[in-house]
């Protein structure tokens, strides 16, 4: 896309977000592929480490995984059905009408969207599927959520960029470019320590402005407010997310 520049919110903590980042279900990867017409190829924009990618290559005999970050690329574990590269939502590469199925995983809100939607339209074979989904705030326990509400909310809630608020109606904000498919509902799950839980949230996009912001890391206020309510830091607690996610044909 030339030089148009993209909001760059996660190459500087690349490394942890690939090692941090929960992964999407693999129920929910399975039913879209059922929707595709054929699995012969899937688009994944935006993809970060490759979380959706990976998932992708178990239903699609090859998978393109692009994003405007190399670094975050560079974290990606290999794949021999997927093939990594660096571009833009309006660059995968790929022939017009060849793509089953386009995904793009909790990142749709930093898109350029009208870009994206054209290249969607330009690369989907017709009866191809495009689908999007954003996870929530997550839920652990009654006595852990209003510690991590504090945080997200009045910690570093004012550093949130504007998009934020697009994953917070999940995604219902956004016009969608295809009458759509019911899909749901969806929830996304692992079981982590409190020390996951705090790798985690340090790949928040507002704990990063924070910190720039500030001069020092908002994460030793978290890790000293979750202490009395989960003290052992080695614990392991069930976390769940809430899944958005839209889905629809082309024509």
Same mark, same amino acid.
């Given at each position: 896309m030339g030089s148009m520049s993209f909001a760059d919110h996660y190459s500087e903590g690349a490394e942890a977000y690939a090692a941090s980042r929960p992964t999407y279900p693999p129920d929910l990867i399975r039913h879209l592929a059922s929707l595709a017409p054929g699995r012969e190829l899937a688009w994944d924009?935006?993809?970060?480490?490759?979380?959706?990618? +990976? @998932?992708?290559?178990?239903?699609?005999r090859r998978v393109i995984a692009t994003d405007a970050s190399l670094r975050q690329i560079s974290h990606a574990p290999a794949d021999p059905r997927v093939a990594y590269r660096v571009g833009r939502?309006?660059?995968?590469?790929?022939a017009a009408g060849s793509v089953d199925l386009v995904t793009v995983a909790q990142a749709l809100h930093w898109l350029d969207i009208p870009r994206f939607y054209r290249e969607v339209d330009r690369v989907l074979k017709p009866g191809g599927v495009f689908a999007a989904w954003c996870y929530g705030r997550m839920s652990i326990a009654p006595d852990v959520d209003p510690v991590l509400e504090w945080f997200y909310s009045?910690?570093?809630?004012?550093f949130w960029p504007p998009e934020? +608020? @697009?994953v917070e109606s999940g995604y219902r904000e956004i016009e969608f470019p295809y009458a759509e498919i019911p899909s749901g509902p969806w929830r996304m799950t692992a079981r982590l320590s409190r020390q996951q839980i705090l790798g985690y949230v340090g790949t928040w996009s507002a704990v990063a402005r924070a910190?720039?912001?500030e001069g020092r890391d908002p994460l030793p206020e978290l890790e000293a407010a979750l202490a009395p309510v989960w003290p052992s830091p080695a614990e392991v607690l069930e976390v769940a997310w809430p899944l958005a996610v839209r889905a629809g044909r082309k024509p």
């Open positions: 924009c935006a993809t970060g480490s490759g979380q959706a990618a +990976r @998932l992708l290559a178990a239903h699609f939502e309006d660059d995968s590469g790929e009045e910690r570093v809630g004012p934020r +608020r @697009l910190h720039s912001a």
